[in-house]
């Protein structure tokens, strides 16, 4: 069964419970090589990041290419990538927690259980973790987020996490404040440095 709707072309993986379907022509790894020539990011992303070799390839083609080496951070967003955190946390200055394909590769129902262990892993490594995807996504269409939300980021902020990256075009629009709101609040309740109520 396909999650998403999707056109499948160049440039684009497919995950699935066997794994990830990667191969990415030469020519979009030149064009993003040559991107971060001109740009020089502070912070390059990298998905699909599956073992210690996949950012080591990649950091020496920057290095090749660009002249230098950015702030990496690796996505966990597969059960391999899960099963190796503590190499992929090792050799990356940060990590993220990548819940969409994370879902489809380990199993929906397996989902947080594959999230927990990895931030416990990454944490035990000093590596600092953020999780993506869906973050209260329901303020999309609702006035205040639904209760599942909520004790979603919770769970997160009780397990460690305290940068999340936020999807859905929060930030273009007046659910930003909304959204910041919520986030500030449930932060502010469950961050075990702050006093209890």
Known sequence: YCMNDAIVKKGKAIASPQGFLKNTSDDIVLKTLEIIKQVKPEICVLSYIENKSDIYNFVQK?????????????????????????????????????????????????MTKAQDQSIKICKGCNTDVCVASNILRSLNNRNWPLRSDICDLAHMIIGGIKYFVITDGFCMDERFDKLMYYLKNTYDVYNDSTPEV
């Open 62 to 110: 920057i290095k090749e290419y660009a002249g230098y080496t950015p702030h990496i951070m690796s996505k966990i967003e597969s059960k391999q990538g899960v099963n190796n955190t503590e190499e992929i946390a090792k050799n990356s200055d940060s990590v993220m927690i990548a819940r969409g394909c994370l879902a489809v590769t380990v199993g929906i129902e397996k």
